[in-house]
């Protein structure tokens, strides 16, 4: 069975984002990275992949994105990952990635494949759920647990008040999201070594126009200085909270 | 044309997040001179639904088909775009929801409609049609325009408030055909959180960080949260540490949450933990450090030992309310 795993590269999260003259993202010396839950999917799915009680045999990475983007690819390859797929492009919303994501797996067999709830830039929430409609291939959200049964897959679905066990043949599209691997796989010397020789299949994308456009951005309006209550006197914070901004009610 | 609001289900009853929705989606109906169509699938008692229509909706569908007991995505996107189609829906609203988020891109994908999630009110304007949402977890707003005639969105949280302006309508029952063949989601185990206060629906949240030193020390969070109403929540490193079971963690990875009030206990305040939390309406932070990035978010703050502060301000509370 083979895994393909949907990555998005996005800028490092604790980075502060600011606006270029032209009222853009700036994106200068941004440090890149693997989308968080991407690099979770790609962790479970490296962790299946070594579990001699399952079939999966290969993981391979899918990304839309320039050729700037290969040195963080690299580092996904040296995590562990068989193989992987650049589509030279640079999307202008979600569903110019999901067509180019779309059209390649048209032309290809795949069983499984996984991507993340979201990218933590645009935060879309969006490619897994576009190309499974796209494929009208079957698929579940918010997954936060994966195990193989023979040809079948056991699937934990947090739903919005608790959670559920699910069985789901193959193919499959999964959204995962905090909770499918414990904490991200780090790279080894070795793994980064052999990534230097591993292939990055670059594809040349169709033409599509986007459904969307970024009209304008802005950055959040600065926040009045927090209001100080001495730590003699926490009765204090909890007047303030119930006669001043009201959210907590004592009497 | 017709707005579309797709109400979730969750064990026969409406999630809290409902009347926001519908609220909304009467709102923007009001703006094209369309009806506000809400789609409740599962089984559902009839209070339950015709009680949407106090939140704006002019009719309510109920499909109470029994194969729409647990969610299959595919057979869930096939019974919205059945009704989309008969009511010539033009804007499809969805929650912000584990639900919505699954199933908004797959009704979009069919449509050919753009799709933006997680829009924070109602467009900037409809001729061209511009929505707003935050991006790069919250750190810079956008507004975004849209293309297409068919649309299809997620509302964030707490994007505004539910109101009840209108009376109850009749519910419409719809025997919708569920193609089995399409289902492919078998349920073997359901766990529910039954009788706890959901995280994701509180008003008040108390949360705990790394400061909090010790598992124990969480129980001082539990007894403020239950004085209070509210839910308790905590940042990564303590439910990776085990310390807090893990829905409850708060932030970027974790669960986004926007209360009326978030109050943080030893909380440092990293820009991953805050991405979740800072749609709150009103932050409050204790912590030892003057410094921490947490009183630069906050709204009021105090710096002292979290420890030494829960105790006393559980006596203020509990004298206050005589009990
Ligand atoms: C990709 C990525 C995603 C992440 N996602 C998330 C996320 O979703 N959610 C999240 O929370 N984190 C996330 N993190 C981790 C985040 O960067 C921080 O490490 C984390 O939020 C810090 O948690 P903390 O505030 O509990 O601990 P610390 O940063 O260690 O802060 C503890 C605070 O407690 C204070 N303190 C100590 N003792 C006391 C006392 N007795 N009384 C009062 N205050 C005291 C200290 O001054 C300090 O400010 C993510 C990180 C990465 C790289």
């Known amino acids: 069975m083979e895994i393909i795993i949907l990555m998005s590269v996005v800028p490092d999260t604790s980075v502060k984002i600011k606006l270029t003259a032209d009222g853009l993202p700036d994106m200068k010396e941004i440090p890149w990275i693997i989308n968080p839950w991407d690099e979770l999917a790609l962790t479970r799915a490296l962790e299946l992949k070594e579990d001699p009680g399952n079939t999966v045999n290969k993981v391979t990475l899918l990304h839309v994105g320039p050729s700037t983007h290969g040195q963080v690819l690299r580092k996904a390859m040296a995590m562990g990952a068989d193989e992987a797929v650049r589509i030279e492009a640079t999307p202008r919303d979600s569903y110019e990635t999901a067509y180019h994501i779309v059209a390649f797996l048209q032309e290809r067999a795949f069983d499984l494949v996984l991507a993340g709830i979201e990218s933590s830039d645009y935060n879309g929430a969006a490619v897994g759920g576009l190309v499974a409609g796209m494929l009208d291939i079957p698929s579940v959200s918010a997954v936060t647990g994966i195990q193989t049964e023979g040809d079948k897959l056991h699937v934990v679905r947090e739903t919005d008040g608790g959670r559920e066990t699910l069985r789901m043949p193959l193919p499959l599209l999964a959204v995962v999201q905090k909770g499918i691997a414990k904490e991200p796989r780090m790279p080894s010397m070795r793994g980064l070594m052999m ?16 459904l969307t456009e970024y009209a304008r951005f802005e950055l959040p309006p600065p926040k009045p200085p927090c209001h100080m209550v001495d730590a003699t006197n926490p009765g204090e914070l909890l007047e303030l909270l119930e006669n001043e901004s009201k959210v907590i009610h004592l009497s | 044309m017709s707005i579309l609001i797709f109400a979730e289900n969750r ?17 923007l109906a009001d703006q094209f001179r369309v009806q506000a169509i809400v789609l409740a699938p599962g089984r559902m008692d009839h209070p339950e639904l015709a009680a949407l229509g106090k939140y704006g909706a002019h009719r309510v569908l109920s499909v109470p088909d029994q194969s729409l ?31 919505g988020k699954a199933l908004a891109p797959l009704v979009a994908a069919h449509l050919q409609a753009a799709y933006v999630s997680a829009i924070t009110g109602l467009p900037a304007g409809t001729d061209p049609f511009v929505v707003r949402k935050k991006v790069f977890s919250g750190k810079v707003f956008t507004d975004i325009f849209v293309k297409t005639r068919k649309k299809v969105f997620t509302l964030a949280p707490h994007s505004l408030e539910a109101s009840e302006h209108y009376d109850p309508v009749t519910p419409e029952i719809r025997h919708v055909k569920v193609h089995e063949n399409r289902n492919v989601t078998e349920r073997m185990e359901i766990k529910s959180q039954e009788g706890k206060l959901l995280l994701t629906e509180a008003d008040i949240v108390i949360s705990g960080g790394r400061g909090m030193q010790h598992p124990d020390n969480f129980k001082l969070l539990e007894e403020l949260a239950a004085l209070l109403g509210g839910a308790t929540a905590c940042t990564r490193p303590v439910s990776d540490e085990g310390w807090r079971p893990a829905e409850e963690h708060a932030g970027q990875t974790g669960k986004i949450i926007a209360p009326d009030l978030y109050f943080a206990f030893g909380i440092s305040g990293a820009i991953q933990h805050l991405a979740g939390v800072s749609s709150s309406k009103v932050i409050a932070a204790v912590n030892t450090d003057p410094e921490a990035p947490i009183f630069e978010v906050a709204d009021y703050g105090i710096v002292g030992d979290a420890l030494d502060i829960l105790p006393k301000m559980i006596e203020e509370i509990k004298r206050r309310k005589h009990v």
């Open chain 1, 195 to 210: 990534a230097r020789k591993k292939n990055i299949h670059v594809i040349e994308p169709g033409a599509v126009d986007s």
């Open chain 2, 11 to 27: 064990n026969g009853k409406f999630p809290r997040h409902v009347p926001e929705l519908v609220t909304y989606g009467r709102q």
């Open chain 2, 69 to 99: 007991d647990v969610m299959d995505n595919r057979m869930y996107s096939d019974v919205i775009l059945e009704i989309a189609g008969e009511e010539d829906a033009e804007i499809l609203l969805f929650a912000y929801s584990n639900a």
